[in-house]
């Protein structure tokens, strides 16, 4: 089936979270840091299992606030939160392996980002790691008035692209990367190097769940 999707597949899209951008890792390591200050039992073993914890539940906010219209507005309020709290704009960590996997793909397919972070934070982290000649396109919380798990973002990319969304693949670490794929009539391929768990993955109907990001060689 992996040589199937070869040929039926003109554009991929990437999350950037815990797809291309370690920010998983990252989120632990802080976790575990507050838990050392407070003398915890093995902090990051503790760390990893809160925040995976609080991804499902995260998720499924993620989904309701698609559900009333309300995510754009959610997603805007986050990004000035960060930005209030003083979050450094250039301190992203990018996935191992995901460079050597664009420039292997990018002579075979277009590309996108196709991200729930904001235009600013996505150059950024793109300028960080030289990126930006891998992607055509940016779609970011700015660019639909709904975002992922609704279609509209992958559906808006296609379009930008003069590509039809049918011969699409998202690429994402969350069941909302799934569910936005699905929806939109594009292939949905998650990964598990961000916290989404296979399970889950399967049931948002993944097409194909891949142990890393940087294994997306061996499938395209």
């Known amino acids: 089936m992996a040589n199937d999707i070869k040929d039926q597949i003109d554009a991929i899209?990437?999350?950037?979270?815990?797809?291309?951008?370690?920010?998983?890792?990252?989120?632990?390591?802080?976790?575990?840091?507050?838990l050392q200050r407070l003398h915890w039992p093995r902090p990051q073993r503790a760390a990893r299992r809160l925040v995976m914890a609080v991804e499902t539940p995260g998720n499924f906010l993620v989904t309701m606030l698609d559900v009333v219209g309300l995510d754009r507005l959610a997603m805007a309020f986050a990004g000035r939160l960060r930005h209030r709290l003083g979050r450094r704009m250039h301190d992203f960590r990018l996935m191992a392996g995901a460079r050597e996997m664009l420039i292997d793909l990018s002579s075979r397919y277009r590309m996108a980002i196709v991200s729930t972070r904001a235009e600013a934070e996505t150059k950024a982290f793109?300028?960080?790691?030289?990126?930006?000649?891998?992607?055509?396109?940016?779609?970011?919380?700015?660019?639909?008035?709904?975002?992922k798990?609704?279609?509209?973002?992958?559906?808006?990319?296609?379009?930008?692209?003069?590509?039809?969304?049918?011969r699409c693949a998202m690429v994402g670490d969350t069941t909302v990367d799934v569910k936005s794929a699905r929806r939109a009539g594009a292939w949905a391929i998650a990964v598990l190097c961000g916290f989404g768990g296979r399970a889950e993955l399967e049931r948002a109907g993944a097409l194909w769940i891949l142990e890393h990001t940087s294994h997306l060689t061996s499938l395209l």
């Not at 979270?17 to 370690?22: A, C």
């Not at 793109?126 to 975002?147: A, G, I, P, Y």
Request: hydrophobic share 45%; charged share 25%; with cysteine.
């Open 126 to 147: 793109l300028d960080q790691h030289d990126l930006h000649d891998f992607f055509e396109l940016l779609v970011t919380c700015e660019s639909t008035w709904r975002l």
């Open 13 to 34: 899209f990437f999350d950037l979270d815990g797809t291309l951008m370690d920010t998983d890792d990252q989120a632990v390591e802080r976790v575990a840091r507050w």
């Open 149 to 166: 798990p609704h279609p509209a973002p992958i559906l808006h990319a296609a379009q930008q692209m003069g590509v039809a969304v049918e």
